[in-house]
């Protein structure tokens, strides 16, 4: 028997409604935002993907050659390909500029809770905008669409990469060499950051203070000791978020996000629920177009992991009932099995959601398919109630039945 | 610069948005059917379309060796996926199962207009029954699906496989050749077919008689002509057809559709505007999952092309107007900005669709960008109107401009 793919999966209908619900409310809050959604092809040119992350990129990628002999790969995320759109065919358009997008990514990875080859990602792009404001306003979004799922138990910290980059280069990291030492610092790997930086001439003293500032962890507070130009930013963003209702904010100037492309502000959300796997969301403000032969264009963006934050809304217990159908149209007997097509017909193009009958099932055997089918109605059509015009409507969930004119039934099950 | 790779697309917000209507349409007369959403992963492993379509489809396939060395392809459309899950996780639930999905596609051809490497389907599967209601269903819900689209010039053509094959087997093609006569004979190719039949020994007068069945075309009073179990099949198509309120359908037994794992009615539409790459729709009554590993089951399906359903609609006319959002918010001076902050944050939280400047731009410029985000408001915040409680609301469309209290911003704007 043939399966899916390993790491991908099937969506069958209950699951599909349930996403699409989901998907439905992001997609509500990202249109509160002025937001408006985009989409790009599911496999680009390899090398987007290769200027956006760096050769190692291609370890995890989908890449191989097309019939043409070019090398695709299949999307492992969409800000860079977002980004190429903009350049090929938005750089003149009115700035800022504000899309989001959902979609499938893919990832050659062992497969693991939460974590699959093909998943699924919302993301978020200002384009062309360099303020305190928009930053807040992504930062905002992103709060509003995990608020929007219904998830309680997370935390948004937000740090900004610009504090620990001067830090590094003024304790005399070559610029060059700055992205390995932030990638073990992203990842508190300090036995491994204490040897690299002192290779590279690094006094222990600045070591420790260099540490020291990726403990800066705390309430908005903790602000107060982040100097410069990055403090009086970030308070300014904080400022702003806190107008617009966004609670329970963490600085942690510990967040490094591990790209090198981000220029300032950086955050994260996590679900503590989900153990190992619990970023559920992560952005920040980057420039990217001038790698991808645009002009250079300052950006804040995110993407949320649809499929980890769903997965964290079911630890919390929350159920997702199926919607079902309004109607199942069913016949006593064969002669009015054409008048029962007729009914329906009419049903449907009332906005009423009806199945039918299609197997000239037995009533016992039919109202069974319209439990199991949720109908919400069954409609029995008889020969001799339809010499009076009208049919049968039993309300599934209580068994009552009333005869109803033909006529009256949308109004009837839609009320 | 790096393009989008050839023959796939970019969509830009006004084109989304417009497609996500048209989409949404769809879905809504699948749902009113009581069809319900399913996906499937973008790849498959390659041997899937093998089995449905023959080794010949490999040319067209975007297929790769993963890194684990399994061969896989991107899918070049939905059904097969749809019924390998059927087999793999639906094959218990209660019958007829009606499910629809909608999606990318992806074959290696030449790209012209309408046809793209990445194309997108949607389409509908009804697995586990096999009578005349049931290929009406089918039908009736492709035929209302393109209604809901306005689409207003298409023909509809239904035919019977199995009239055309029982004709050729009694006139000796053997059964393990039949797909390729009825391959030509699905393009009309009749000097191509003559010689093919003559060399497996078919008489020249049953050459014609084929020929001629092939050629049988008109309104539904042609199938008075056809013979046999096949002909009464399709009178009871056509009769519920007829009661569902399905007009000017064409019977065609020419219909053949490539495939030649249909195993009775098939049914294409066609939009005469599109010229060589009319066909918008197509489908029939077949069976696949004994293919895949599962029991055999009759299921009837179609797939609409969407690409080529919006340029059929496009070319008739018909014009998409984005919606653009309700409100954008906007500062007199920078004193005010974290009150323009809270209020576009409460106009979002009551669900109106806001922007705020995020660039400090002065009110002309605002306001510029507030008609290029097609505002139907602007909300303008001072100082001085603040004192009272109020913001200045002006429509964008006339002008007009009045003080409105912050608490009465969504109920003006949603109304």
Known sequence: MIQCPRGTRDFLPDEMEKRRFYEGRLRHTAGTFGFREVETPIFEDAELFILRSGPNVLKELYA????????????????????????????????????????????????QSGRYREFFQFGAELIGSATPETDAEVIAMAYAMIGSLGLREYKLRIGHIGVLRQKIADAGV???????????????????ARPLMEDMGVAGADIDDI????????GTEVLDRVPGEAGDYLRRVVGFLEAMGVRDLEIDLGVVRGLDYYTGMVF??????????????????????????????????FAIGFDRILLAIEK???VYEPRGI???????????????????????????????????????????????????????????ELEEGAVTLRDMSTGEQCLVPVGELPSRILC
Do not use: W
């Open 174 to 192: 070559p610029r060059d060499r700055a992205a390995e030492v932030l990638q073990k610092l992203d990842k508190k790997l300090y036995d491994e």
């Open 326 to 384: 309004d109607a199942y149209v069913l016949s006593v007997s064969e002669d009015v099995r054409l008048r029962a097509a007729e009914i329906v017909a009419g049903l449907r193009a009332a906005g009423v959601s009806a199945d039918v009958d299609l197997m000239g099932r037995k009533m016992g055997k039919a109202l069974k398919h319209a439990s199991s089918v949720r109908a919400r109605y069954a409609v029995i059509v008889g020969a001799k």
């Open 268 to 301: 994260e959300a996590e679900a503590p629920s989900l153990g190992a796997e619990k970023q559920i969301c992560g952005g920040g403000s980057y420039t990217l177009s001038e790698l991808f032969g645009g002009e250079k264009v300052f950006s804040t963006g």
């Open 64 to 111: 191989f050659k097309d019939k043409g002999d070019r090398e695709i790969a299949l999307r492992p995320e969409m800000t860079a390909p977002a980004i190429r759109m903009f350049v090929n065919n938005m750089s003149n358009d009115p700035k800022p500029i504000k899309v989001f997008y959902f979609g499938q990514c893919f990832r050659y990875e062992r497969p």
């Open 211 to 218: 540490f020291s500032l990726t403990e800066t962890v705390g």
């Open 316 to 318: 919390e217990g929350q």
